[in-house]
Every structure is written in structure tokens, then in C-alpha cells.
């Protein structure tokens, strides 16, 4: 059972524009979610969170909308650069109540910026 | 240093043989995680460390997995009898409690 869904296994972007990432989740007692940043060969980078408590962080060029109704968040970026082509993984904890925090992670969007 | 650090990076192992892998989390972090990632998969999650609380376990695949951690800090994953499915990158991950979590650069592990 896929708790975290990244329903678009690839997306490519210009140079410039925006990068909309898009993650569904089906545990209505995920509270927290994140978003992780990963290079080949190298271990995934914590780019950006939010709580439930919010539906929107944002921090620099990197904005976390979600929608706790529809249990739907996505990643904005913008603008894209080179740079960031990478494979972007969502993931989601509960953080209270004692539960163990453990990180529920999607399968990942591989983004492509075009120069 | 400053980051996780994992050892060792890459280990090609015969199977049925057992393998150590090791995490030194981030100086001052109370919780380590252990994840994996199979090839064209997503990382999945293996075992939780907390303070002196025990263990969250439930992500082991099986028996043959085993994970503890010393004085706090230190943490082996153990894989005794390694089979070929075994085959992935092992992630190791610290944060405080009920922050978001440092990955290191992960130990791939490649079972032939």
C-alpha cells in the first residue's frame, strides 16, 4: 500500500520557469511533510517542510503549498534553474503522539531544467 | 565532522555472506533512522533509533537484518546471509526529535 504517491515519475522544465512537483498522500495522520532533493550517487538533501498546521512555507525560490482536504501538496520552484535537475522525493511523518517519526517516501519525480 | 558520515561507501559482497554497515550521525542528534533504496525504487524505511527508548523495528525486512546503536550515537545494520535482493543503497539519516532528517551519502551494497 503506497501511502505517499508521486503519481509523475518525470517532468522537464525551461530554464526560467516554474517546476510544480505534485505529491498525494492517504494517511490522514501524516502531520508533517518534506520535501528531499537527490543527486546521483549521493544521499537526499532536505530541501523544504511544512506542518499541517499550515498550507503554505515557502523559502527562497522553493514553496510548499498543501491541501490537507484533498491530502495533495506539491513543490514550487521558481524560477528553475540547471541545477536543479535532480530526483525529488516527498515524504511525510507523524511527529506527535509518540509515534517514531519515521519518513513515508514517495517514489520520486525526476525533473530535467533545460537550459 | 559536520554531517552524517556512512561507511563503507560501497561493499560488493558474496552471497550468503553477513555484512556490517556503519553510521556516525550528526554530534548532538537524539534520533537515526535507517533506510534503503532499491534500484528504480523509492527509499523505504528500516528501522528507528530514539534516546534510550527502544526501537522502532517494523520496516526490517527479516530476521536476517539487525540494527543497534551504541552510547547513543554510533549505529550498525547488520545483514547476516546476504542475498542478491539485498542489493541497494543504505541510507542513515539523524535529526532532533521531531525535526527533519540529514541523510548521509548512503553504503551501497551490491550481493553477487
Known amino acids: 500500500d503506497q501511502q505517499v504517491k508521486q503519481n509523475s515519475p518525470s517532468l522537464s522544465v525551461q530554464e526560467g520557469r516554474i517546476s510544480i512537483l505534485n505529491c498525494d498522500y492517504t494517511?490522514?495522520?501524516?502531520?508533517?511533510f518534506l520535501w528531499y532533493k537527490k543527486y546521483p550517487a549521493e544521499g537526499p538533501t532536505f530541501l523544504i517542510s511544512?506542518?499541517?498546521?499550515?498550507d503554505k512555507n515557502e523559502d527562497g525560490r522553493f514553496t510548499v503549498f498543501l491541501n490537507k482536504s484533498a491530502k495533495h501538496l506539491s513543490l514550487h520552484i521558481v524560477p528553475s534553474q540547471p541545477g536543479d535537475s535532480a530526483v525529488y522525493f516527498c515524504?511525510?511523518?507523524?511527529?506527535?503522539?509518540?509515534?517514531?517519526?519515521?519518513?513515508?517516501f514517495g517514489t520520486g519525480t525526476l525533473l530535467a531544467v533545460q537550459p | 565532522g559536520a554531517g552524517v558520515s556512512q561507511s563503507p561507501s560501497n561493499k560488493v559482497t558474496e552471497k550468503g555472506k553477513d555484512v556490517e554497515l556503519r553510521c556516525d550521525p550528526i554530534?548532538?542528534?537524539?534520533?537515526l533512522y535507517w533506510y534503503r533504496q532499491s534500484l528504480g525504487q523509492g527509499l523505504e524505511f528500516l528501522i528507528y533509533?530514539?534516546?534510550?527508548?527502544?526501537?522502532?523495528k517494523s520496516g526490517l525486512p527479516s530476521d536476517r537484518f539487525s540494527a543497534e546503536r551504541t552510547g547513543g550515537s554510533v549505529s550498525t545494520l547488520t545483514i547476516q546471509r546476504t542475498q542478491q535482493e539485498d542489493s541497494a543503497v543504505y541510507l542513515c539519516?539523524?535529526?532532533?526529535?521531531?525535526?527533519?532528517?540529514?541523510f548521509g551519502e548512503g553504503s551501497w551494497l551490491t550481493v553477487v
Open positions: 494517511n490522514s495522520m501524516f502531520d508533517y
Open positions: 554530534s548532538g542528534h537524539t534520533a
Open positions: 539519516a539523524s535529526s532532533l526529535e521531531g525535526y527533519s532528517q540529514y
Open positions: 515524504a511525510a511523518s507523524s511527529r506527535w503522539g509518540g509515534a517514531t517519526n519515521k519518513l513515508i
Open positions: 533509533f530514539q534516546g534510550n527508548s527502544a526501537p522502532d
Open positions: 511544512i506542518s499541517s498546521i499550515k
